[in-house]
């Protein structure tokens, strides 16, 4: 995710965190201060979050090692104020897999808020929670109800939270699996907008997580959509087949003037019919504010590129081109360049599949 910083790897999976977090350390402080007047407060409420954090990793565990159980890795854990999110491989297929993935986070917390109340009933007896929950409440009666909340929250049935992920699995086990991410995409959106209504007149926290999760609901709305509108359909029907390359001694000012005629942004850059490197839009634009449109195209082409097969699918691709730097995967068919796949391509073919589902001829010629 964009503006993370990686903070090291748990049980083989890389643990990042997001930006925002910190503004949440911040806005901790700075109320722990103001409401206290004293820093040892502010280093507590620190502490405090900074335990949070380890809480949140454990409950992405929770989801990472339960997905790991059915086969699936987790590529990343980023932490964010709202919780964390674990970028598994690829979503369990089987509602009840899904299931039992989205559950065993939340579970964590309810472990570690078993063991607390255990623990606190059987030493000091548990924190009154009025007292518990105020600023320079006890540290583990604030943990325990940090576990509850958590827990609770969670399983809120709203993406992108775990109870969103819950509703749809009971939902998909009944109906088809797109259907049941619109039905728990609208049910996810409504609490959105009653939480931030809420938030208005307590919290502005509250604001801020309603924001996420009305974002949650409609990414994962967008994508369920986008896969299932692209299932079963090939690289082939998708790709761009009328494109310019360019050689390697050609010049940059070549290469400008070809992004000024309008073709595309990325130049594949072939010696005979071998394929060498890409030449990206915004290499052309650094080289020639670096070295001016005289020189050669092959001394800036991107020489580490991806490559498809016309007869992969999309739905397999779709990932690598959206985590690929380039704006374009090249497609090859026996090492010989056929065409060039990028997201605007794969936009209009959704349109253009939309606009004939419309005029009820869906299966003509894009099929
Ligand atoms: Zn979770």
């Known amino acids: 995710m964009n503006g993370s910083w ?14 925002t977090f910190l503004i949440l350390l911040g806005w901790v ?8 007047g004293s820093f040892a407060a502010a280093a507590k409420g ?22 790991r159980r059915f086969g699936i890795s987790t590529r990343d854990i980023t932490l964010l104020p709202i919780g ?11 509602p009840a897999q899904e299931l039992v993935v989205a559950l065993a986070g939340p579970a964590v917390n309810v472990i570690l808020a078993l063991l607390l109340y255990v623990w606190l009933q059987f030493g000091p007896g ?25 827990a609770l929250f969670n399983l809120l049935p709203a993406f992108p939270m775990d109870g969103g992920r819950v509703l749809r699995a009971l939902l998909a086990l009944r109906m088809d699996y797109v259907k049941a991410t619109q039905i728990a995409a609208s049910i996810g959106q409504t609490i959105a907008m009653v939480l931030g209504f809420l938030g208005l007149f307590s919290n502005p926290f509250l604001v801020f997580i309603a924001f996420f999760v009305w974002l949650g609901a409609a990414q994962e709305a967008s994508q369920v959509q986008i896969r299932s509108a692209l299932s079963d359909t090939p690289v082939s029907r998708a790709m761009l087949t009328d494109f310019r390359t360019l050689t390697p001694t050609d010049s940059l000012a070549l290469a ?40 050669q195209v092959g001394e800036l082409a991107e020489t580490n590129f991806e490559s498809v097969s016309p007869d992969d699918l999309l739905t397999a691709v779709l ?16 090492g010989k360049l056929v065409g060039l796949l990028t997201a605007e391509n794969l936009g209009e073919l959704l349109m253009i599949r939309e606009a004939l589902k419309q005029s009820g001829s869906a299966r003509a010629p894009l099929g």
């Open 6 to 19: 990686r903070l090291g790897k748990i049980a083989g999976i890389d643990v990042y965190v997001h930006f």
């Open 29 to 36: 402080a700075i109320s722990h201060y103001t409401t206290t």
């Open 46 to 67: 620190l502490a405090f979050i900074l335990t949070l954090f380890g809480i949140v990793v454990l409950h992405e565990l929770g989801h990472a090692l339960a997905a």
């Open 84 to 94: 964390g999110v674990a970028r598994l491989e690829k979503m369990p297929e089987k």
């Open 126 to 150: 548990l924190q009154p929670t009025e007292q518990a929950i105020q600023v320079g409440g006890r540290f583990l009666d604030q943990l325990f109800w940090v576990n509850v909340s958590l």
């Open 256 to 295: 400008a003037s070809h992004v000024l005629a309008g073709f595309q942004q990325d130049f594949p850059v072939c010696e005979g019919t071998r394929l060498v490197g890409i030449l990206t839009r915004s290499r052309l634009i650094t080289g020639l504010a670096e070295k001016g449109e005289s020189s």
């Open 319 to 334: 990932p690598r081109l959206q985590e690929s730097s380039l704006q374009a995967l090249v497609v090859l068919e026996q």
